[in-house]
């Protein structure tokens, strides 16, 4: 059976992770994904050194593509994108409005060279408003969203260190390429699909905004105790931490007998969770002790049997030796030329009973694929070594 994407081409002139991971997704089901660079390399390749030239966020957003470098704003390499477009179906390009028109990278130039392309891009603010033009990363997102003034504690706002803003975004704009493309499919009709960072983050945390627009409760951070239930929150063990996180009458009912504290259950100050998110620091006072005389284990082991969410709080090694994590098979292990030993590179984290992703391919090597695809597009051997010797590619 082919795979989903068999047949789609797209170009990924994406940065680091709202563009490029876009096309991973892509390419994960079939589609020929051709990762375009500049010739010493994107930034993705840097950031967490690896080995093999290479950061752990290149091995993560470009496995299953092919590599070629170019320089698109170049009169010969304007030529080359002309040329790869028409055959194209998809062009992913996460760059500045004005970026994107000084390269010949913008949908009204792609459109001239294939009328149904589907262009999709993101930008960190927006297409409109006052600071559309701006630039920025996952960060900005997160403090504009109202997410990290409610992370941390008063007067101390954190950001999320993963970087869920970028991610978020990526998968929007992969949902908006599969929504083009069977619009494609309908109509003949290409369209540009755009994502924002602070659209993704605002979407995210719209919950707590519709709480405010409506009622104005004017909440402030309190750590990682949450504020609409309870008890929800981190909690020491003999030997590490949990999050418990108790939502909902059914599991207070639980919580409440297993603490041997059934006059809770009538305590009116526990009546309700926006109730016992008011009193949560009670709550978590009484989970606290009981955490902290058992080991992590211990409290995992119990809840896990009592039907109440817990889990271990786990640094990174602990999460790659973690049974549960390891019999998900979502990290596979993916060798790159050298790294001292294989990466874990994330699958797509979803499973489908029909519709399966490609096999695995490593990531590729900067302009690995050069004279490859070029070729594909109709250049010889000598035309190739041209442009390389007067650094188109």
Request: hydrophobic fraction near 40%.
């Amino acid at each position: 059976m082919s795979a989903l994407l068999q047949g789609i081409r797209v170009l990924d002139f994406g940065r680091y992770i709202a563009g490029p991971y876009c096309g991973a997704l892509l390419a994960e089901y079939g589609a020929d994904v051709i990762r375009i660079e500049k010739r010493d390399g994107s930034e993705d390749r840097f950031p967490a050194q690896v080995g093999g030239g290479v950061g752990a966020l290149f091995l993560q957003m470009n496995r299953n593509k092919r590599s070629i470098t170019l320089d698109p704003a170049s009169p010969d390499g304007r030529k080359i994108v002309a040329r790869m477009v028409k055959t194209a179906d998809v062009v992913i390009a996460n760059l500045p409005v004005a970026t994107l028109v000084s390269m010949g990278l913008d949908y009204d130039t792609l459109r001239s060279y294939r009328e149904d392309i589907i262009f999709v891009t993101n930008t960190a603010f927006g297409p409109v408003g006052p600071m559309s033009s701006n630039v920025g990363f996952d960060g900005v997102g997160q403090v504009m969203s109202g997410a990290s003034y409610m992370t941390g504690e008063p007067d101390r706002p954190h950001r999320y260190a993963a970087p869920w803003v970028d991610f978020g975004t990526a998968l929007h704009c992969a949902f908006g390429t599969m929504a083009a493309l069977m619009e494609r499919q309908k109509t003949g009709k290409g369209q540009m699909v755009t994502g924002a960072l602070l659209a993704t983050a605002v979407t995210v945390n719209n919950a707590s905004l519709i709480e405010q627009a409506v009622v104005a409760p004017n909440r402030i951070p309190t750590g990682n105790r949450g504020q609409t239930a309870g008890p929800n929150d981190i909690f020491r063990t003999r030997d590490g931490s949990v999050l418990v996180a108790v939502t909902g009458q059914p599991l207070y009912v639980r919580w409440a007998k297993l603490m041997g504290e059934p006059e809770w259950l009538t305590d009116p100050r526990f009546a309700n969770d926006d109730a016992r998110g008011l009193h949560g620091k009670v709550l978590s006072e009484r989970m606290g002790r009981w955490c902290a005389e058992r080991s992590t284990d211990e409290v995992v082991e119990i809840l896990g049997k009592a039907k109440i969410p817990c889990a271990p709080v786990l640094t990174q090694q602990q999460t790659l030796d973690h049974p549960q994590v390891q019999a998900l098979g979502v990290l596979q292990d993916t060798d790159y030329p050298g790294l001292p030993r294989p990466a874990p590179v994330a699958a797509v984290p979803i499973w489908m009973t029909e519709t399966k992703p490609v096999p695995r391919r490593r990531p590729p090597q900067l302009g690995e694929h050069t004279d490859e695809v070029l070729a594909e597009y109709g250049y010889d051997a000598a035309q190739i070594a041209d442009l390389r010797a007067r650094n188109v590619i």
